[in-house]
């Protein structure tokens, strides 16, 4: 049977997905979806969708692949993600659909339990270095490395990603110790890569996807080319991450760290004759002399790089200060790479010094046209270089393929806000691709209402976190909670807590919890956040920004209003943004619209996409910024929105939080 027939059966309503998967129901757009899929799968080449929320797209490009037989391969743009296809989505639709395969995670090297390390840490002498706090986690990971067959970290959820204790017993490519390792054959990492090799369908995620590019460490470049289809979900991340991982990075902390490692040697068993003590001192030296021509940069900043110098400093200086570094990293290699045959952390020292001298010489001579580069201070000194986007390395890969052979599938529920999708295929270089748009099938004139206050504080003006704060607090104590405030600045997060927790405090009675992004982690305060619902006399406000703007479902009556503090533009002296904006102008661009606007667009498309996750969701979404009724382009950004139905003024928005009002009081 055609692939696209046997496509069309599974969706069909007498198809093995209405009897097998429990609430499922056919959907037009999401069968028109598969069967866009299933075409590029047949014929090869690159596919964009942009598939609203509620089509229901992992099983619409999840069916054509596996039905195809072909070698697939999913990228997607969290781990949580990734565990959700593995364990989850991919098993329970094969077992539908009959069709048996040998399915693999695969995740950095970060999240695996490395044996050795483990044994380390665990030795007499280094227990008792375990951070303050984490000896019971520590004596938990022990039981568990007993019982795990992946090793991955994921299976102990009390080892939070911050946890201090994660990168004692985990490993990088500078610290393992390769074939030289005494626990190698029960090495989680390897055993991951060489399942993954062996595997009809491997899930991966983009982090992993682009620093594989880069370094080939963890087997995905091995995997691409005998892949048929490639699938990136969440698509619309790939540009941002993949651009963490096409730059390069280097700074103060980790030759810091050389540094330190290096002064150790000197008490080692084989430390030869070399002038340890010499040798960090001079690094250290260095490091400190760089550091100080950027003593005029105050907290954690990102400063230009142009016309070979960071801003403010003096580029014969800041170039000689780089030399030093250099210099005293040769030097170090020098007599470590001696050393290196005898003892492996000598060599692998000589490594991290290798690379370190490779790195800076990306940050010597002029800045390569299409890239740039600045500076970051803080608690350490970083120098960052980038391309202006990832166009360059998605051709390479997208067009070396032999177009009848393999299939590129790029999805997500928001990729632009226009029928070309530009904002996403321009800077992904996949100007070739089909283009497919399914909306979503929700209803959202009936399901949610969009209220822009007009009597609103200016977004710039100093009254305006307070005015956001009372309308969260107002809505919040009318719906019992389920309110979310998103802010575009952390420091906005800030202020908006603080005026709602002093508006709870003057409230005696029904007062709600104010939960903000950093009193606890994203996932602890998303449950607590949920957790309110099923409390008749409780309630809460979370109040987030940043990575609370997208990939979060809180479906249901958890989270009723939403608002929006500010327009999403972004900074525009950050150095990125800066060259990307210069790039746009020299090519004859306008950078507000080509870059600008919808770059806002997208992001506002992003957040406002929190509020209604089911057919059954009802909300209220309010954007507190003016500008949508007082400047030009606002009915532009107001176009991207769903098509939610409009409430005009403080009348309508105050019946319609009645309506939910009861409508809540009715589903508790
Ligand atoms: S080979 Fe590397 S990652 Fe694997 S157990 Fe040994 S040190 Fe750890």
Known sequence: MPLTAAVRQVFAPDGPLVRDIPGFAPRPGQTEMALAVARTVQGGGALVVEAGTGVGKTYAYLAPALLSGARVLVSTATKTLQDQLYLRDIPRLAASLGVPLRLALLKGR????????????????????????????????????????????????????????????????????????????????????????????????????????????SGVAELLPSASVVVFDEAHQLNSIGLQFLSTQTGSAAWSRLAADVMRQADGPQCGFADWHGLSAALAHAVQGLRALCAHATGRQRLPWLDGAPEGVDSMAWNTALGCIATALEQAHHHLEALGDAAPSMHQMAERARAFIEQLHVFTGATPPGQVRWIESGAALRLCASPLNISAVMRAHVAQTDQASRAW?????????????????????????????????????????????????????????????????????????????LTTTLRAVEAVRLHLQTYMARVSSGALEVLAQGDASKRELLERFAAHVQRPDGGAILVASASFWEGIDLAGAVLQVLLIDKLPFAPPDDPLVRAQTDACTAAGGNPFKDIHLPRAAMVLKQGAGRLIRGESDRGLLVVCDTRLHTRAYGKQLLQALPPMRRLHDEAEWDAALGQLDGRAARLD
């Open 110 to 217: 970060s999240s695996y339990l490395c044996m050795q390390r483990l044994d380390a840490v665990c030795a007499h002498d280094t227990a008792a270095h375990v951070p303050t706090g984490q000896q019971r986690l520590l004596a938990q990971a022990r039981i568990w490395a007993q019982a795990t067959s992946s090793g991955d970290v994921a299976e102990l959820p009390e080892l939070d990603e911050a946890s201090p204790l994660l990168p004692l017993i985990t490993s990088t490519r500078e610290n393992c110790l390769g074939a030289a390792c005494p626990r190698l054959d029960q090495c989680h990492v390897n055993r991951a890569r060489r399942l993954a090799l062996a595997a009809d369908v491997v899930v991966v995620n983009h982090h992993l996807f682009f620093a594989d590019l880069q370094v080939r460490e």
């Open 409 to 485: 599938i790029f999805t997500s529920a928001t990729l632009g806000t226009d029928e070309a999708l530009r904002w996403f295929v321009a800077p992904c270089g996949l100007g070739d691709a089909r283009i497919v748009r399914v909306p979503s099938p929700f209803n959202y004139p009936q399901q949610a209402g969009l209220y822009v206050p007009r009597n609103f504080p200016d977004p710039a003006h100093a009254e305006h976190s307070q005015a956001v704060a009372d309308l969260a607090a107002h809505a919040a104590m009318r719906i019992g909670g389920k309110t979310m405030v």
